[in-house]
């Protein structure tokens, strides 16, 4: 085993609000776990799609917005230290001889884990591509759909393209460190957060950015290096220096690796699993949430909470096979509220 190898007793894949829930369960049953995420923050499709939308069918609360059901579960898995990794996806799983996993990411992330649980929604959220072409050959190198390390960017000319809260929060991050920095709209109008936006122009006032109504164009450079990006605007074609080129285009839902590692499907699109623990083909792995398939199945946020605190009680089983699963109640148990801090 390796130094830099992360070792835990449960991974979830997915920070949603199923995956987040599953991490009070799992702390309950005196289980750490480590939370990935492809996104940049916890909270998955309800934080990202729709983060002031209201949801109406969360279990006393008459109206939640998809952040404030976030917020909520943040602070009440607080008491557990749960680790996150995000902007990162799980690219392999690796099933180990004495029945653990080697989970490996595509920021280079080892993981060793006894318990896996698949919290990943409709599956990974994946950039959407710009319509603009050759893109591909410069993806990786100097266009980027996610801000992995910051110094990256550094004494970059970087060119930002959206008008919702990743472009606007990526322009107000990356601006003291650029050695220049354009935000792109088709628009003068922004999705994001007022403060963000009130920011952003800000800065342009200041010029310490630029901001320009238009759309990508065409890409030029070289190898893979940017060099410049030329934009479709009202009045013509117009050339802005670029050597880093954030396109924040949303996102789509895809399956993703998971598909990939031979577990059961259900029409090839979501991963079966049993009704009594919610594990799936593969002893360990476990699946909750939009995710999975069973006869029945609802994709409820309350029916993944449901999933999550039956799994825990295998995971612990699993994890710890020597240690009997003594179920108690939050209300009642001394030992419980100690762990959650309030007795």
Request: with cysteine; charged share 25%; hydrophobic share 40%.
């Amino acid at each position: 085993m390796s130094g830099n190898e992360i070792v835990t007793d449960v991974v979830i894949i997915g920070a949603g609000p199923v995956g987040l829930f599953a991490v009070f369960e799992l702390g309950l049953v005196d289980l750490k776990c480590h939370v990935i995420d492809i996104l940049d923050r916890a909270g998955g499709q309800c934080a990202e799609l729709y983060p002031e939308k209201p949801i109406y069918d969360i279990p006393a609360f008459p109206e939640i917005s998809g952040q404030g059901l976030t917020d909520n579960l943040m602070k009440q898995i607080q008491p557990f230290g749960a680790e996150f990794h995000f902007s990162q996806m799980v690219k392999s799983v690796e099933k180990l001889e004495d029945g653990s996993f080697r989970l490996t990411t595509d920021a280079d992330e080892v993981f060793l884990t006894k318990v896996v649980v698949i919290a990943a929604g409709g599956g990974s959220f994946q950039p959407k591509r710009p319509p603009v072409e050759n893109v591909e050959e410069y993806e990786g190198k100097s266009v980027f759909y996610a801000v992995r390390k910051m110094d990256d960017f550094r004494d970059q000319d970087i060119v930002i393209v959206g008008g919702g809260d990743s472009a606007l929060d990526w322009t107000l991050n990356l601006e003291p460190l650029a050695r220049s920095l354009t935000l792109v709209h088709r628009r003068d109008q922004f999705r994001g957060h007022a403060d963000s936006v009130n920011k952003m122009r800000a800065l342009v006032e200041e010029g310490r950015i630029n901001f320009i109504t238009g759309q990508l164009g065409r890409l030029e450079g070289e190898n893979g290096q940017l060099s410049e990006v030329y934009l479709k605007t009202a009045g013509g074609e117009l050339g802005v220096p670029a050597t880093r080129l954030l396109p924040f285009f949303g996102l789509t839902m895809k399956l993703g690796p998971v598909a990939d590692w031979g577990l059961d499907l259900h029409d090839n699109a979501l991963v079966k699993v049993d009704t009594e623990k919610f594990e799936t083909s593969e002893k360990g792995i476990f699946a909750i949430g939009d995710i999975n398939w069973y006869p029945g199945k609802l994709k409820l946020i309350l029916s993944g909470f449901h999933e999550g605190a039956l799994m825990a009680q295998a995971a612990k089983k699993i994890v710890h096979p020597d240690q009997k699963v003594v179920f108690q109640y939050t209300t009642s148990s001394t030992q419980l509220q100690k762990k959650l801090g309030v007795a």
